[in-house]
Every structure is written in C-alpha cells, then in structure tokens.
C-alpha cells in the first residue's frame, strides 16, 4: 500500500493518533465518523502497512535529568558504504543520541544528544561519539532552549 491508497479518513485517522496515541477506539472512530470496528480494521491495516509504525509516551526529559541537548556535525575520514554501515550500526549502540541524520552538506552526519548537564555531554563526546567507527571530525552546537518539540 503507498501514500497515494490514503483516502481521507485514513489520513484523518492518521493526524488524530499522531496527536494522541492513546484514544480508544471508539472514541477514534466518533472523531473520524465511523465505527468502532471499521475504524479498528483500518487501524490494524495501517499499522501492517508500516504507516503507524508504534506508539510512544513522550516523556519529560528534563525532569528525567536528560535536559541538557546537544546537536553535533560529524564529519567522517571515509564514506563508502562498509564505513557508512559501520558508523550506522554503531551509534544504535549510544543511548545519548536520540537522533541520527545522514546530511547532504560539508559534513556527513547531525546527532542530537541528550545528557543530564555540559559535563556528561563532553564524556559521551569524547568517549563514545569520537570513538565511533571512521569519525574525523565533529562540532557541537549546543541548544538553549527548546522552542518546539513535536
């Protein structure tokens, strides 16, 4: 199934769990005008066809001490494929990077890190990010405040 199957209350199912993942399905299916069980069916066909790929609590990270965030450019010494799938499978293995980016630009690839303070951030960095597979190069920018986050 591809993007262009969605009818529209397939993308309204979608844009309503997207805002809470936790409606029942009733209360879905009285959002998006039908019943309980078509929306369910609808929803189980998402979810097989990799629409809805899982549901998540979105968590308070400052008051889980993870408040401190950093963005790092990565730049590596090699990027054919054996050293981008080396570096790959080796940042799943960093708990601090919450997000991974393979970017088009002068450098190869932006992480978002989180940490409790400055001082935990510069160990992940200097233990863990610099030793990461073929990594020459890295630059950290470091956020002030969260604005918005989706």
């Keep these: 199934m591809s993007e262009d199957q969605l009818d529209r209350i397939d993308r309204n199912i979608l844009a309503t769990l997207a805002k809470d993942g936790r409606l029942s399905m009733a209360e879905l299916g009285s959002r998006v005008g039908l019943s309980k069980t078509p929306v369910q069916a609808r929803v189980r066909r998402l979810e097989q066809n990799g629409f809805i790929r899982g549901y998540v609590a979105i968590i308070d990270r400052e008051r889980m001490g993870e408040g401190h965030v950093a963005f790092v450019q990565v730049k590596l010494s090699d990027t054919r494929s054996a050293a981008l799938d080396a570096f790959n499978k080796a940042i799943l293995a960093v708990a601090e990077i919450e ?52």
């Design 99 to 150: 997000q991974c980016h393979m970017i088009a630009a002068s450098f190869d690839y932006l992480l978002k890190v989180r940490t409790r303070d400055i001082a935990a951030y510069r160990r992940v960095l200097g233990e863990r990010i610099s030793a990461l597979p073929h990594v020459a190069q890295t630059s950290t920018y470091v956020a002030m405040e969260t604005v918005k986050d989706k």
